[in-house]
Structure formats: structure tokens, C-alpha cells
């Protein structure tokens, strides 16, 4: 507490006051007196209405609780339930029909459609490979992910697999003659790739034992560039680019006759820096690190140096791209995706900075003047000056609002345009669903998505009806019919109010990062859905997600499904309670099997090693990204069943305890790893069960309070030790 320092009536970590003076004030014309005096201005006014929104969150669910203890399952009174929910003001009244308003947007975000990539900012080598992650080989997506089978003659080996690598190359000329089709034959039958220029123009010529051809549509040539043996072609499909590299020096490119070393695929058009779910920053030393990350790709200075196959790899920000176009004029295309930045959500406070009472302030609050003075700095990213923040777990049009005003109230701090700062709103949680109109009407100046988080989502339907009857198992969740209305509501709702052409409707994870066949198989059916994005959880993900986005025109699409009919609210409560005795004894112990691997894998390394998105294998060894969203939906799905006495509390400790030592055993070759079975009084395993036995107390369902909680635990302890 001592080491505080004063500013403006606030008590400042110093961690904190040295990153703002001495590395985000500099360069932004902002000095330090006003940036304290504004902040402290901007928690002054936002404090008490934080609060009371959270306050309002509470009473809201204690009345629907109360709903259901006296009525029961919504099912036995659907049209009761939703007279309710407008009698408490958990639903608003629409606005009338309006359309979004936002300006200033980067074309990423207003008229081209492809994949959207997480990462963790905390990590500066995953935050600059998702930086890089515009551009993606699909030899290698195709090569190093299920996308190929790799069973048999094609399984990969320890050297190179020739009779894959012909598969690859295979599926890759279907994807050119998908996106880019030739006048004549297949780019599978090509035997050059030649770029004729003449008198400054440029054609683009492929020979085939037939004879020479063209694409078919000869204006899919964009440009084309040389650089030593390295010829590269570029194409154009529905906005996108790819890119042949022809070398015949190349090992690859000299086994075919064109030349064709690799085709590189334009894939994550944005990338989210992520400060919430998927990172673990529990005080000021941790909250500094996420954003100076952030700093360091808005300036162009992040680098991270580290070793990987025995090799010392030195990674920093890919440069733009420039070629030629065939009028002969330059073309430059950029290297990078287009930078958002995920603030945390209005819930937790941080006490890297106290305010004049002495109590910790919101970080939700902090996230907002803070990214933003970092993207002040920006110099590689927004093309049209705007900051993009994604907001996450906003509970209805007020808290929208809120957001709105925070970031309002930050751009009157830091000098900036009024509206520069513009919002993603995240609908994940059942009040925003709910309310989704009159949500966007709150943001309409500055919204720039909406998104289906429908982890988060899954989690708060599990939470809002805790008291309504025992849930379906996971699978069976996603499976109802409430999902599917909460997506099409999403979609049309973006669509009546303007989106389409001005903002992103996004579509969320896709959270089994080693299944990319399946993927190829199942994340077409988001831009078929009128989506002109969705999330993937790496950036081979995104490379093989982008084909999907030359399989569908997105805004085709969105014409399609505009005028389609509104799912009504009914269906979007129509979440089933699970029938008596509906499953057996072994699926009610597997299910809670599954869920206590689930917790305890994630957790362990967020509390132990402070690492907020981990890959854990389900109880079926499927490799699952698991994040806070994903530990709330399994957190509350065991919650819940221990409510309505499906598992015992006992029965939950015994299992926790079981799949403790399984989840050890997964671990065993990292030596930051402390087993949990070995003391089941341990941080993590606690923290683990906590979740579990206490789920139904938790704020909204959240796994946050108790992840700070018990990480700071385990921080104070380190630190104790030395
Ligand atoms: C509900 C929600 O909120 S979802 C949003 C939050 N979730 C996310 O952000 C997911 C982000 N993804 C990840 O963190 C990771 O992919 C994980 C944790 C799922 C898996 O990580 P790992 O087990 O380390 O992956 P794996 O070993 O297969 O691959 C590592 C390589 O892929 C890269 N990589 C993996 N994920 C990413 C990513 N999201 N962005 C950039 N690079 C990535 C790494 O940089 C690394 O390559 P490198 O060695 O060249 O640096
Ligand atoms: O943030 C995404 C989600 O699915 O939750
Ligand atoms: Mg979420």
C-alpha cells in the first residue's frame, strides 16, 4: 500500500505510473498532469454507476429465481415468464427501426469478410504471430492439420511425406480452381504460371499441356511481384487474396512442373488482442504486461526473441506487401490483420489503482483509458485513425450504454476525436440476446460488431435459470433450440439495423483447435449464415477458415436472409430442464467426469502458471480451447446438477478429486507443473472446486472472482518465498 503513488487524488501501482509516464504518455501530445487528473475524473464519474449496474444484475436474477421457485420451468408458463421479464425491466421496450451510424471504419471491417483470430495479448509471440496471421500458406494448413487425413499412406512421419505432399498440392489446385477457375482445364493441369507484360500492362498466363489459357474471370489478377527465383501472382475472389508463389529453386516448387511452391492465402482480416478471457492478469504488475503488448503492436515495437526446433527465432511485425498491378501501378497490401482490442467487462475492479477512498477501482474502467492511450500510439494498424474495442459481458442496452459513455468520457481525457473509439459489442450474455435492438440503438454512433459469443452465452443461460430445473449435459445444450434462435437473431437484427456493408456481424470460436476437417466441414455454414466473420483459435485456423469466405459471398448471403422472420423471445427461452431420470447413473458421472477434467486442467495453469487459455483434452481426448467462458459453462453445468440434486457434494469432491490425478498425468511433462493430487488442499485444486461447489453464487456464473482470487493467492505466496 505504501509503495502507492498519489495521483490526482488516486493512489497509482508504481508498475503502473512508470508504464504511462515514461512509455504510453510520450509521443501522444498528452501529458502526464492531464492524463491522472482526467482519469481520475473518469473514475470519479463512472464509479457509482458500475455499481449500481452490477447491482442491478443481482436483483434482476434474485426476481427471476424467485420466478422460478414459484412457477417453476419456463416451459409450464412461457407467455407468464416474458410478462415478467418486461415487469422487472429485464426487457426493454424496442426502439423504433433505425439503422447504425458509425464512420471512419477500415474496409476489414465494412467490406471485406473473413476470419477473426484471438489471441491472448499477454503472450507476445502468439500476439505477433496473430498480428502476422493475415496471411497464411494453405501447403502448410493443408500439410500440418487434420484437413488431410493422416491415416495410412498420407500419415505425416518425422521426414517429408511425398504422398502428402501431392495431397496437399492436390487440394490446394481445387481450392484455385474453386476461387479462381481457369477458361480451360484445371490449375492442377497447369504447367507455367507466366505474367506477360507488354507495353506496361500485364497479362496472366497459364500453359497446360492444351495449350496455353486464362482465368475466367481475367480481372481475378490483381498484381504480381519478383524477387530473385520467387515469381508471385496475386489473385482477387469476394475481396480476398491469394497469393502463387512460383520458385523453381524451391523444394516444393521444383517438383511441379509450374513451378508452384506454395499458394499463400489472405486469412485473418482481424485479429482480437485479447485483455479478458483468455489471459490472466490479476494485479498491476500482470495488467502492465498486457498493455505494454498492446503498446508494442500499436508502435510497431514488439518483438519477442525465443527458441524453437533447436533454432533462435526472432519475431516482430510483418512489413506491408507491395506488387505491381497490371496497369502497372503499385499495389500494396497489408501485412498485417486489422488490430482489436477485447477490454474485461464491467464486473471486476483491479487495485493497481485505488481511488480516493481506497478502494480498487473498476478495471473495466482502467482497460478503457488505457488501451485507448496505447492506441494513440498507433502507427501500423487503423488506416482510418479509429480505436476498435471490443466490449465483452454487457448485461442489457444500459450497460451498452455505459460503455459508450466510458469511452466518451475517455475521449474527452485523452484529446481525441469524439467517437473515435468504437465499440464491439459482444452479445454473450441473455439480457443483450434479449434486448439486441435496443442495444445497438445505445451503441449505434459507434458500434462496429456484434458478435455471437455463444460460450459466454451457453454459460448465462445455464446461470439465468439456475433455479428452473436441472440442464441438459453440454452437448445437448448446443444442440437446443434456443441456440439456433439466439444466432438468427443475432444475424437478422444486424441485418434491420444497417449492418450489412457498414459492420461486422461475427460468429464465435471455434474451440477444437486440432479438428480442422471437421471445421472445414462445419464453419462454412457461418458466412452461408450472413456472418461476415467468425472466430478461430489459431492462425492455421484462419487460413483454412478463409476458403470458406471464397465458398460464400457473404453480402449475396445477407441479401438472402434479410426480411427472413425474427425468431420470437419465445424460442430464444425455450433452453429445456432436463426430464426426470432422463439420463442414466454412468451419463450423469461421465458428464461430471467431463466437466471436472475440464475445470481442473484449465485452472490449474491459470493459477499456478498464470495462463488463461489452455489446451485440455475432454474426457474423449479431444484437445478442447478452454477459456473463463468455457470453465463457466462447465462450472455452472456441475453447479447446477448439485443443486438439483442430480450429483452430491460429495460425489463432485470425489470426482474432482479422481480427475485430479488424470489431469496430473496429462501435465507430467511440464516442469512448472505442481500436482494437484498429491494435496488436494492446494491453490488450484481448490480454486478448481470452488467453482464447482460455489458456481451458483457466483456473479452471473463468472469464474473470475474466484481465478484473481486464488491466482493472487498463489502470486502473494511466490513472492513470499522469493
Ligand atoms: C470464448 C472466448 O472468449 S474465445 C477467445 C479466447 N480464446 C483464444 O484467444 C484462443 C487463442 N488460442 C490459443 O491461445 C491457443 O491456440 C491454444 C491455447 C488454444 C493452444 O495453444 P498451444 O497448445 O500452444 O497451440 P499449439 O502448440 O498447437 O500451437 C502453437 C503455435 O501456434 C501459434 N498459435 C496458437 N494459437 C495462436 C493464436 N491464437 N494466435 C497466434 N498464434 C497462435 C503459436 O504462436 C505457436 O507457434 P510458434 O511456435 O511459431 O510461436
Ligand atoms: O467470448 C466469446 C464467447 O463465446 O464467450
Ligand atoms: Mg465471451
Redesign the pocket.
Known amino acids: 500500500m505504501s509503495d502507492y503513488q498519489e495521483k490526482s487524488g488516486l493512489k497509482v501501482h508504481p508498475l503502473l505510473v512508470d508504464f504511462i509516464e515514461n512509455e504510453a504518455l510520450p509521443g501522444t501530445g498528452v501529458f502526464a498532469e492531464r492524463f491522472w487528473s482526467g482519469f481520475a475524473g473518469l473514475v470519479g464519474e463512472h464509479s457509482v454507476t458500475n455499481t449500481r449496474l452490477l447491482a442491478k444484475r443481482d436483483e434482476l436474477q434474485g426476481r427471476i429465481d424467485d420466478w422460478h421457485r414459484a412457477h417453476g420451468a419456463i416451459a409450464g408458463d412461457p407467455v407468464g415468464y416474458e410478462t415478467f421479464l418486461r415487469e422487472i425491466g429485464y426487457l426493454v421496450d424496442e426502439p423504433a427501426d433505425f439503422e447504425i451510424e458509425t464512420t471512419g471504419l477500415d474496409p476489414e471491417i465494412t467490406s471485406l469478410c473473413g476470419p477473426q483470430l484471438v489471441v491472448p495479448v499477454s503472450n507476445a509471440r502468439y500476439a505477433l504471430n496473430a498480428a502476422n496471421a493475415r496471411w497464411g500458406s494453405l501447403y502448410d494448413a493443408y500439410y500440418g492439420t487434420d484437413a488431410i487425413s493422416r491415416e495410412g499412406e498420407l500419415a505425416p512421419g518425422s521426414s517429408y511425406n511425398a504422398t502428402r505432399g501431392q495431397a496437399v498440392i492436390d487440394k490446394a489446385a481445387e481450392f484455385l480452381d474453386l476461387a479462381f477457375p481457369l477458361a480451360k482445364g484445371s490449375h492442377r493441369e497447369a504447367t507455367a504460371y507466366v505474367v506477360a507484360e507488354q507495353a506496361g500492362l500485364a497479362n496472366f498466363v497459364i500453359d497446360t499441356a492444351a495449350g496455353p489459357t486464362m482465368l475466367k474471370d481475367p480481372s481475378a489478377f490483381a498484381a504480381y511481384g519478383q524477387q530473385g527465383e520467387r515469381a508471385e501472382v496475386v489473385l482477387r475472389h469476394n475481396g480476398l487474396h491469394a497469393i502463387l508463389v512460383v520458385d523453381k529453386t524451391h523444394p516444393i516448387g521444383i517438383s511441379q512442373a509450374s513451378g508452384l511452391a506454395d499458394v499463400v492465402v489472405e486469412s485473418a482480416l482481424t485479429t482480437i488482442q485479447d485483455c479478458e478471457?483468455s489471459v490472466a492478469a490479476v494485479d498491476a504488475e500482470d495488467k502492465v504486461d498486457v498493455y505494454r503488448n498492446w503498446l508494442g503492436l500499436m508502435n510497431g515495437t514488439l518483438q519477442e526473441t525465443f527458441e524453437k526446433n533447436g533454432r533462435t527465432i526472432s519475431r516482430k511485425l510483418r512489413a506491408d506487401k507491395t506488387y505491381t498491378d497490371p496497369d502497372g501501378k503499385p499495389l500494396t497490401l497489408k501485412g498485417r490483420a486489422l488490430l482489436l482490442v477485447r477490454n474485461v467487462g464491467h464486473l471486476m475492479t483491479t487495485n493497481a489503482v485505488l481511488d480516493t477512498a481506497g478502494r480498487p477501482i473498476g478495471e473495466g474502467l482502467m482497460d478503457a483509458a488505457v488501451t485507448a492511450l496505447c492506441a494513440m500510439s498507433d502507427k501500423v494498424n487503423s488506416r482510418t485513425g479509429a480505436i476498435y474495442v471490443v466490449k465483452?459481458k454487457m448485461h442489457g442496452p444500459e450497460e451498452v450504454a455505459f460503455a459508450c459513455d466510458i469511452f466518451a468520457s475517455v475521449e474527452k481525457m485523452l484529446g481525441l476525436q469524439p467517437l473515435t473509439i468504437k465499440i464491439g459489442i459482444?452479445d454473450?450474455e441473455r439480457r443483450t440476446s434479449a434486448n439486441l435492438k435496443a442495444a445497438i440503438f445505445e451503441a449505434r454512433q459507434r458500434v462496429f460488431f456484434i458478435n455471437t459469443?455463444?460460450?459466454?452465452?451457453t454459460g448465462d443461460e445455464i446461470h439465468t435459470s439456475m433455479e428452473a430445473g436441472a440442464v441438459l449435459r453440454k452437448d445437448d445444450i448446443k444442440a437446443a433450440r434456443w441456440l439456433q434462435a439466439y444466432e438468427d437473431r443475432n444475424v437478422l437484427i444486424g441485418l434491420a439495423t444497417g449492418f450489412s456493408g457498414r459492420a461486422q456481424i461475427g460468429k464465435?470460436?471455434w474451440a477444437r483447435p486440432e479438428d480442422m476437417a471437421a471445421m472445414l466441414e462445419a464453419k462454412v455454414a457461418h458466412p452461408q449464415s450472413g456472418a461476415n466473420t467468425a472466430w478461430v483459435p489459431s492462425p492455421t485456423a484462419a487460413t483454412l477458415h478463409a476458403l470458406h469466405y471464397h465458398m460464400v459471398d457473404v453480402f449475396e448471403a445477407q441479401k438472402v436472409r434479410r426480411g427472413e422472420p425474427l425468431p420470437p423471445l419465445a424460442e430464444l427461452f425455450s433452453m429445456p430442464v432436463l426430464e426426470p431420470f432422463a439420463l442414466s447413473r454412468e451419463e450423469i458421472v461421465r458428464e461430471l467426469e467431463n466437466n471436472a477434467q475440464g475445470i481442473l486442467g484449465y485452472v490449474v495453469r491459470w493459477v499456478q502458471q498464470g495462463v488463461g487459455c489452455s489446451k485440455v483434452p475432454d474426457i474423449n481426448n479431444v484437445a478442447l480451447m478452454e477459456d473463463r467462458?468455457t470453465c463457466r459453462i462447465s462450472s455452472q453445468a456441475v453447479a447446477n446438477w448439485l443443486r438439483h440434486g442430480l450429483v452430491s457434494k460429495d460425489e463432485v469432491t470425489s470426482v474432482f478429486e479422481r480427475m485430479a490425478a488424470v489431469v496430473d498425468k496429462q501435465n507430467e511433462g511440464d516442469p512448472l507443473y505442481r500436482p494437484m493430487s498429491e494435496n488436494f488442499q492446494s491453490v488450484a485444486f481448490q480454486a478448481a472446486l470452488d467453482l464447482a461447489l460455489h458456481g451458483a453464487d457466483q456473479p452471473s456464473g463468472y469464474t473470475e472472482p474466484v481465478l484473481h482470487a486464488r491466482r493472487a493467492q498463489v502470486k502473494a505466496r511466490q513472492a513470499r518465498s522469493g
Not at 459469443?453 to 452465452?457: A, C, I, S, V
Request: glycine content about 16%; aromatic content about 8%.
Open positions: 478471457d465483452p459482444m454473450e459469443g455463444f460460450l459466454d452465452r464465435g470460436m467462458a
